[in-house]
């Protein structure tokens, strides 16, 4: 909590708009996916402002016939379903699961990664070595498959598939921020709170915490990436939650109902776009900060 | 099957599953081709400061010779790891391109016993997955020691 508070005062000092403008300047590219980012989480916001129809709605086109496979138009900027439903509605109400799935899996892989990464680094001994062979284990498991046998298991749904993201993507944060607190923890600095008589509780997350968090962003944002990736997948296989519209969700439908083949383009592209644009925006992001964490790798 | 037509001296059927076989492979190398090539020119931006490569310019060879001959042997050797864990990865990780494909590989075995609550057949499908998967992270780890001698396996420390 207290190093949350310390990060947050840092962040408020004057001047730091400054910095954050001079970062936006010379990372161009962490810039682009921050921007990509906002755009998203904008229309995720104001989904129901945006979205032109209700999306689970079913439209009918005079004569009580469903209004099916209609081209793109001023009405339906992207066309209807099979089902009858606006596809563009249905796009702009998928940005929210989207953004959903990927940011809290993200966070939950970012806060258990770092937790044992600074557990197993700082403590060492059968800590360590416990931690470490869990995650040897979590690795050594198939991504996807993984996700689709727990999502059968339990019933269909977010919460099932953000923690099996969260549980299977830890173990990446775990090993390199424990690597980073094993050469931190033999600094003077963690030497000196040591020798004032701080607790190691205080130490590891007062003293150690604050120096790996961009680390973690780092592994947050390629995390979000991952689970949107992840998400989409399982909702194409149907292993999503049926109640929820997402991308994959759409293109599972589209696939279904043979879109390609009927040439409905505007269906299917455009979820697929989308994915693959906020995926990017997350290794944009981490590429951004790659570069400096590690300047040995720019150019 | 394909093959014997090969050998009957009719090649179309094997020319023919070549042909089905390039979107697939496209959709599925592409994810790997991204990180190794990531991989290479992270190794490679190292190699090329080591000493020996400056010891190769002294030597006056070409900017070719030094990054063929010198910095690609050394940096292609996280590829061969690289490319035996995706081996392992694509294995099972290929679940929505062969469903996109119609390919009838053991991912989709494993959605369709899943979806049909087959559970022994999921159970094996899932086992054969994971196994490879292991089984390929440890020949990865074994490639590269025996492709780097400075890596030892099971060496004490």
């Known amino acids: 909590m207290q190093s ?131 995650a040897d284990v979590v690795i050594s498991l198939p991504f996807l498959p993984f996700v689709l046998v727990i999502s059968a298991l339990t019933r269909p749904s977010t919460t099932t598939l953000v923690a099996s993201v969260a549980l299977l993507l830890w173990p990446n944060t775990a090993r390199v921020i424990r690597s980073q607190v094993l050469s931190l923890r033999e ?113 | 099957m394909k093959l014997w037509a090969l050998i009957a001296g009719n090649p179309a059927p094997l020319l023919d599953s070549f042909s089905h076989i390039i979107l697939p492979a496209l959709a599925l190398g592409a994810n790997s081709a991204a990180i190794i090539s990531r991989l290479v020119r992270a190794t490679m931006l190292e190699v090329l400061n080591d000493e020996f490569i400056v010891m190769a310019r002294m030597k006056g060879l070409s900017r070719w010779a030094i990054v063929m001959r010198h910095a690609a042997r050394n940096a292609l050797l996280p590829v061969a790891t690289a490319f035996a864990l995706g081996l392992g990865q694509s294995f099972g990780g290929n679940v929505v391109i062969e469903t996109v494909f119609s390919w009838p590989g053991l991912g989709r075995v494993l959605v369709s016993a899943v979806q049909g609550a087959d559970y022994p057949l999921a159970q094996g499908a899932f086992i054969m997955i994971a196994g490879v998967l292991v089984l390929m992270n440890m020949v990865a780890d074994l490639l590269y020691a025996w492709l780097d001698p400075r890596v030892s396996v099971g060496a004490k420390r």
Request: net charge positive; charged share 10%; hydrophobic share 50%.
């Open chain 1, 187 to 299: 600094r003077g600095w963690v030497e000196a709170a040591r020798v004032t008589g701080c607790s190691p509780t205080r130490i590891i997350f007062v003293h150690i915490a604050p120096q790996i968090a961009p680390l973690a962003a780092l592994y947050g944002s390629i995390a979000v990436g991952w689970a949107i990736l992840t998400e989409a997948s399982a909702s194409f296989l149907g292993f999503g939650d049926p109640n929820t519209i997402s991308w994959g969700l759409m293109l599972q439908d589209a696939f279904n109902n043979q879109a390609l083949s009927r040439g409905v383009w505007a269906w299917f592209i455009p979820p697929g776009l989308c994915i693959v644009s906020l995926v990017l925006a997350g290794f944009l992001i981490s590429r951004g900060s790659e570069k400096l964490l590690f300047p040995k790798l720019g150019d």
């Open chain 1, 4 to 134: 949350a508070s310390t990060v947050a005062a840092r962040a408020a000092k004057p001047g730091s708009v400054r910095r954050v403008s001079g970062f936006l300047r010379s990372q161009p590219f962490a810039s682009v996916g921050i921007g990509i980012y906002l755009l998203f989480a904008l229309v995720a916001i104001f989904a129901d402002q945006i979205a032109t129809h209700d999306p689970r709605e079913i439209l009918f086109s005079g004569a009580y016939r469903v209004a099916r496979y209609l081209p793109a138009s001023a009405t339906h900027f992207l066309g209807t379903t099979a089902g009858g439903r606006d596809v563009f509605s249905q796009l702009v109400h998928g940005t929210r699961s989207a953004l959903t799935v990927g940011v809290t899996a993200a966070f939950f892989v970012v806060v258990l990664g770092t937790l044992f990464g600074l557990l197993s680094g700082y403590l060492g001994g059968w800590v360590d070595r416990l931690i470490m062979r869990i």
